[in-house]
Each structure stands twice: as structure tokens, then as C-alpha cells.
């Protein structure tokens, strides 16, 4: 993701590097039933000149994982990377939005979760309180994102 590299260039290396993921579980015997993959979503190299939208962020995510990811693996969890809280949670409701996978499809956000609570919360004891509801409101809100039910500007 870091980089002045286009969609198109990250389209190609995620799509090599799942391959080559699901080609080793293969090898190595592992029930794919029992398998969650943990991956980026296919973005534009951070420092590029043109950043992909939400709507070919989810296209191209998911043209990819239709290409390596078998229909047995029964979960792709998406990290959100150096995506800002919005920006990832965008890109996951635009994917969200595309219907039903042959996997579930979900996130695994730590950044996207945790950056506005550590923020407010800043060290200060008296700050716990207000970075916990912050935490929440990104889970409400990244919780509708994963339904496709998000919007820009919504209230938790």
C-alpha cells in the first residue's frame, strides 16, 4: 500500500500473493473449511496521484478474491491498513454492498478501529470514559459498514 502505485499495480501483487497463499494451504494439507484469510483491500498505493474510490476499491477487491480465494475458505477479514477510519469504512461498506459472497466478508480493523478512541483518549484518565464511547461509535458504525448499511456523515 505505500507507494506512488496505481489500483492496477496492487490489483496484480494482492492477486499474486493470494495465489501463492492458497496454493501453500494446498500443499500443506489445510482444511480450507477452517481457514479465515486476513488481507488488505486492493487500494491505490497511498502515495499515487490517483486514489481509487470506494466503488472500484470493492470491484477490484473482489475480482481478485473471486480469482484465488476457493468458495470452501468461509471467511475473508479485511485490514484496514493505513486507510483512515472513513476510508475504510467506506471501502468495506462498497464491498458489503455487492451482495452475497461465496464467504463471509468482514474486517479486521485495528487501526480503523482504534485510531479516533486513542486520539480522544490522548493518556488522560479523564479521557477513558470519552474514548470508550468514541470506540463504540466506530464499532456501530464499521458493524453497519459491514452490512452495506453505512453512510457518509452517519450518526452512530
Same mark, same amino acid.
Given at each position: 500500500?505505500?507507494?506512488?502505485?496505481?489500483?492496477?499495480?496492487?490489483?496484480?501483487?494482492?492477486?499474486?500473493?493470494?495465489?501463492?497463499?492458497?496454493?501453500?494451504?494446498?500443499?500443506?494439507?489445510?482444511?480450507?473449511?477452517?481457514?479465515?484469510?486476513?488481507?488488505?483491500?486492493?487500494? =491505490?498505493?497511498?502515495?499515487?496521484?490517483?486514489?481509487?474510490?470506494?466503488?472500484?476499491?470493492?470491484?477490484?477487491?473482489?475480482?481478485?478474491?473471486?480469482?484465488?480465494?476457493?468458495?470452501?475458505?468461509?471467511?475473508?477479514?479485511?485490514?484496514?491498513?493505513?486507510?483512515?477510519?472513513?476510508?475504510?469504512?467506506?471501502?468495506?461498506?462498497?464491498?458489503?454492498?455487492?451482495?452475497?459472497?461465496?464467504?463471509?466478508?468482514?474486517?479486521?480493523?485495528?487501526?480503523?478501529?482504534?485510531?479516533?478512541?486513542?486520539?480522544?483518549?490522548?493518556?488522560?484518565?479523564?479521557?477513558?470514559?470519552?474514548?470508550?464511547?468514541?470506540?463504540?461509535?466506530?464499532?456501530?458504525?464499521?458493524?453497519?459498514?459491514?452490512?452495506?448499511?453505512? =453512510?457518509?456523515?452517519?450518526?452512530?
Amino acid at each position: 500500500m505505500d507507494g506512488d502505485h496505481g489500483i492496477d499495480r496492487s490489483a496484480e501483487v494482492t492477486e499474486a500473493v493470494l495465489a501463492a497463499v492458497v496454493e501453500q494451504l494446498r500443499r500443506q494439507r489445510v482444511a480450507l473449511e477452517g481457514v479465515l484469510v486476513k488481507t488488505n483491500m486492493v487500494v =491505490s498505493g497511498y502515495g499515487g496521484p490517483d486514489q481509487a474510490g470506494p466503488d472500484e476499491v470493492a470491484d477490484r477487491t473482489l475480482e481478485v478474491l473471486h480469482r484465488t480465494i476457493p468458495a470452501a475458505v468461509p471467511g475473508i477479514v479485511f485490514l484496514s491498513g493505513g486507510q483512515d477510519d472513513e476510508q475504510a469504512t467506506a471501502n468495506l461498506d462498497a464491498i458489503a454492498r455487492r451482495g452475497p459472497q461465496p464467504w463471509t466478508v468482514s474486517f479486521s480493523y485495528a487501526r480503523a478501529l482504534q485510531g479516533r478512541p486513542m486520539s480522544v483518549w490522548a493518556g488522560a484518565e479523564e479521557n477513558v470514559a470519552a474514548a470508550q464511547d468514541a470506540f463504540a461509535e466506530r464499532l456501530r458504525l464499521t458493524g453497519a459498514a459491514n452490512r452495506g448499511e453505512w =453512510s457518509p456523515g452517519r450518526a452512530a
